[in-house]
């Protein structure tokens, strides 16, 4: 095993993020209102690709991946797919992004597979608004979904949240009082520009200021960012058991903590969420690929990963949603 993945900025890259599917079940008015629709191209990684790719992360030093969408769930051999990944050696943590529509269900399964943290898109624990934003009616069942996973010993619960102007942004208020008495931690993500969400974005775009000062005053404080860590500033308060993230993709600096790489279910490494070009791996990630190749691409790509984004220019790069890529 290498040292790790660097990057010409010194720059390490402990994460990777691996996108099983671009299919969704829901309809989120800054992601998919229109919902997923396939488009007839080449079908996504296998779980033997799935294998190779990780395994050769792993022996450039990557130790973490979570697993993301579209919404991973759909894929009837998740558990099998967890449970390869854990398997690699070196591979520490496995985590993974969802809707949480099946949590309730699967959760256990996908635990005793080998998953060791949870992300759950939430973006209103207000049943009305959560099925405006979503275009379904399931705010109660991941709420108990996330009441389950904080009994099975996941090392951390989290709950994604974007910010949206005139539709979620008062809320603040009602997670802290589902904060008090679990650990979960809660990001508020900032609403970002894709290449087809331009009059959504310029309607209900909020930055995170105005957030992070209330959170600051009301006695939260920030704490150290872990090496490991995705790209929220972290916030905690004595007289809670859970914890705020703030991912401000606008503010100053954001990118400098980059750590992340990112592989699309069809597999192509794409050094940034918002670059404008992919590195096609999968046609090494075959029963007869060179591994020592695979390697090697995947190594040499990072010389051309950028400073940082170009979302304060409106470059969106290839990325049309979210769904797309999994943010």
Known sequence: MTAGLTDVYGRRFPYLRLSLTEAC???????????????????FLEGEEIRRLVSAFAELGMYKVRLTGGEPSLRKD?????????????????????????????????????????????????????????????????LQGLDLALTLGLDSVKVNAVLLRDCNDDELPAWMAYLRTRAVGVRFIELMRTGDNQAYFERHHLRADALIEQLQRAGWSERARRADAGPAREFTHPDYRGSFGIIAPYSKNFCHGCNRLRVTARGDL?????????????????????????????????GLKEAGHGLHQGMTGLTPHLASIGG
């Open 78 to 142: 998740l558990p099998a797919i967890i449970a390869s990944v854990s398997s690699v050696p070196g591979i520490r943590k496995v985590a993974m992004t969802t809707n949480g529509c099946l949590l309730p269900r699967r959760l256990p399964t996908w635990r005793e597979a080998g998953l060791t943290a949870i992300n759950v898109s939430m973006d209103s624990l207000d049943r009305h608004r959560f099925h405006a934003i979503t275009g379904h009616d399931r705010a109660g069942e991941i």
């Open 25 to 43: 079940n829901y309809r989120c008015s800054y992601c998919l209102p229109d919902g997923y629709r396939a488009d007839g191209r080449p079908h």
């Open 270 to 302: 794409r050094l940034c969420l918002f670059g404008d070009f992919g590195i096609a791996l999968r046609p090494l990630l075959q029963a007869d690929g060179d591994r020592a190749a695979l390697v090697h691409r995947i190594a040499t790509q990072l």
